[in-house]
């Protein structure tokens, strides 16, 4: 490996890239023109990211019930809440909406007012028929009246489920096709199909139809990841092209820069084909995040040929230079940033491991491009004029680094002491972090189908649906009256419970039942008695009309029993104190010797999925630090060094842990992730500033504070650059309607300004305080390999 890092070999590499500038241009374009090919294997993700192993306990439980009940996240729901629409014309129109929408063969079932089927009591079959509520248009006001007043009082079953008595608002039910619920065909139904015919109405009657459901949901919210990425991509590029261009002043400079990180978005686009990986929430930040990771190495690269140009004028010396003194330090910068994102991949969550594995190839990609395309694009050009030149001796960056060495060689106490403040702050904001884990909380709060959700939530109590799976450990003992009566108690502490909508069970569908049996009387909506279950039961089982009434809530086999409810946005912390108490209710209820009682749902999922997912990132966190640790120790052959790179480093990442405290940000997966990138792209400062100093150590036989200050002056500028290159690149994330995509834009750009000055500040002070113990010629004098590599003979010591 040293070998592999050392001066010769840089220089070999260099001579190869200039002499086969052709051949190696035609490979990236070659190698560019089959990442683009791969572009139709690219594929929006359909689902909600199942954050769970397939094997994890949860994800069973889960798909054991889609194994008894099949897809429970099939329904789209619309409503209307207008005093308007109690008129005939407008209700009948409703109803028509319903009628059209049960059209598409991709749409199996819509339950709305103007369909709903009601039981009668057939004694000649000894059955109950399903016959419709409305068999004919509402004509008068007076019929439309009355069948308002009969549908409050006489039907609580549909009551909180196809309307809201209290708020007059009407609800319909649309089920789709459960085979296309996670497919594209979902998409082109929602789109092209139910979108078009609720626009058609609204513009009709003039009504404000709100819409929801998990597959309506996901099909906008997909639709506006999607959009995004090309914000993204755009907005970066014009920021970092446009910051690159005010420290460059050269057109050509920058258009170089940018085309660079433009072939890495193709690249990083083909990976995702070639892998055949969705694009996620997650993975859609990774084209952006190359363009602001690759405009620094652009930044160092470019900045040492003009230095080099500068310095002596010789074209082909300046680009053999930059390749062998900035491209072994730039590759290891690339490294650090490369495994700091890889060790999302030794996490057991799919979603981690595909993000991992697609931005740290990619960033490794970004780096072969620069070194290659830079250097070879150059040597075909003539020397930078004098005015592209001019930042080089710009009078406020003299200024910067002037403060930078007042501030480290006469009040490095101050810094100590400011720094120990922050820690302390920090630390107390810390213990102010709220856990969240909502599936709706990330979704862009200014959209039409956001503020639906919130409708839904207040007027029917959420739209995100919780399952309860019964097993009664033997054939047809759901429908055992003990058993019903249970599943009755468990519901009613259900509805107890505020942050969740009223339960729908089989108890439900057998009290509605005895309802129909007394000819409709309201007040016998209950459960049977013991004398009366045998033939109310009987009835139940034989319901003619559209099917058995009872295969919703129970399997086949009689054995299994479902109570379905909804749920709000809740943190959670609060859901899990939720699931406890019911869990622990239901052990009361239900004896565990004869019933085992499950709790799931696709909220539930992705609740226990960001706890998994939030304890899988700070142990990617935690492995990052080691690895990266032990790294920069086999870099400088000191164990001791990990004690003065890590401090500069996790500072930081403490400074915005606690401004998430106090300033309310929670600790979710998008934030969670900003530590780890972070982490590993600050270090990179380090790298550079540490190699820069055992370089100038040698330089001036192992004078220490000469050596620091040399380093300062000329790693600072640099370091400011692309420093503020990555933090306006991460800004760009904040133009997001994500909120977790603005939290990690906006701390991610925080954590690296802080970084970039405890690189500048902190660093070079520990340095100077611990020059016996660790700044020693034992610890730096021979390293693993040569980072920068030695300046020539001719070169004057600072």
Known sequence: MAKLFSVGFWAALARIILRNRIIILLLIAITTAAFVSQFDNMRFTYTEANLLPDDHKVNIEYFEFLDKFGEEGNLIIIAVQDSA????????????????????????LVVGVGNIQKLTRNDQKKAFDLKPLIEKEIKTQGE???????????????????????????????????????????????????????????????????????????????????????????????????????????????????????????????????????????????????????????????????????????????????????????????????????????????LLKEFGTVASLSILSIFILCVLIIPIIYSFMPLPKAKHLKHLNKKWSAGFVNWMENMVRYKRITIYVASLILLITSLIGIFQIRVTGSLIEDMPKDTDFFRDIRFFEKEFDGIMPVEFIIDTKRKKGVMKLATLKRINKLEETINDIEELSRPMSVASVVKYAKQAYYNGNPKYYQLPTSQEKN??????????????????????????????????????????????????????????????????????????????????????LGLAIVIISLFMAYMFRSARMIVVSLIPNLLPLVITAGLMGYVGVPIKPSTILVFSIAFGISVDDTIHFLAKYRQELQANHWKIRKSVYA??????????????????????????????????????????????????LLLPSLLLSLERTIANKKVLREPSFKIIPEEEKDKKSS
């Open 85 to 108: 629409f109690f008129t005939p014309q407008k209700f009948n129109a409703w109803n028509n909406l319903a009628n059209e929408l049960s059209d598409d063969k991709n749409v199996d």
């Open 144 to 350: 439309l009246d009355n069948l308002k007043k009969h549908l409050y009082y006489n039907l609580p079953f549909y009551d909180q489920f196809l309307y809201n008595s209290k708020s007059n608002t009407f609800r319909t039910a649309i089920y789709i096709n459960k085979e296309i619920v996670n497919k594209p065909a979902r998409k082109k139904l929602i789109e092209q199909f139910i979108i078009p015919k609720i626009k058609s109405f609204e513009k009709e009657t003039g009504l404000d139809v709100r819409t929801s459901g998990m597959p309506y949901i996901r099909t906008l919210n997909s639709n506006t990841i999607i959009s995004e990425i090309a914000y993204f991509i755009g907005a970066a590029l014009f920021v970092t092209g446009f910051i690159f261009f005010l420290f460059f002043r050269s057109f050509r400079a920058t258009f170089i820069s940018l085309t660079v990180v433009i072939i890495g978005v193709c690249w990083t686009f083909g990976i995702l084909g070639f892998l055949h990986y969705e694009i996620t929430v997650l993975t859609a930040i990774i084209p952006p995040l190359i363009i602001v990771i690759g405009i620094p190495n652009c930044i160092f690269l470019i900045n040492k040929y003009q230095l080099e140009v500068n310095k002596h004028g010789n074209q082909a010396k300046s680009l053999q230079r930059v390749i062998t003194k900035v491209g072994n330090a730039t590759l290891m910068t690339n490294v650090t940033t490369a495994a700091g994102f890889a060790t999302f991949i030794l996490t057991k969550s799919d």
């Open 535 to 620: 033939f109310i039961l009987s009835y139940a089982k034989k319901a003619n009309g559209d099917a058995n009434l009872m295969k919703s809530f129970v399997d086949s086999t009689g054995q299994y029993a479902r109570i379905t409810t909804f749920m709000k946005d809740i943190s959670t912390d609060r859901m899990e104190a939720i699931e406890k108490q019911l869990l622990d209710k239901a052990k009361n209820i239900f004896p565990e010797e004869r019933y085992t009682v499950n709790m799931t749902g696709k909220a539930l999922v992705f609740q226990k999925g960001t706890k998994y997912l939030r304890d899988n990132l700070f142990i990617s």
């Open 711 to 760: 380093a300062l002056r000329e790693t600072g500028v640099s370091m400011f650059y692309t420093s503020i290159v990555l933090f306006f690149g991460f800004s760009v994330f904040t133009i997001s309607s994500f909120g977790g995509t603005v939290a990690l834009g906006a701390l991610v750009s925080a954590t690296l300004l802080f970084a970039m000055l405890a690189n500048l």
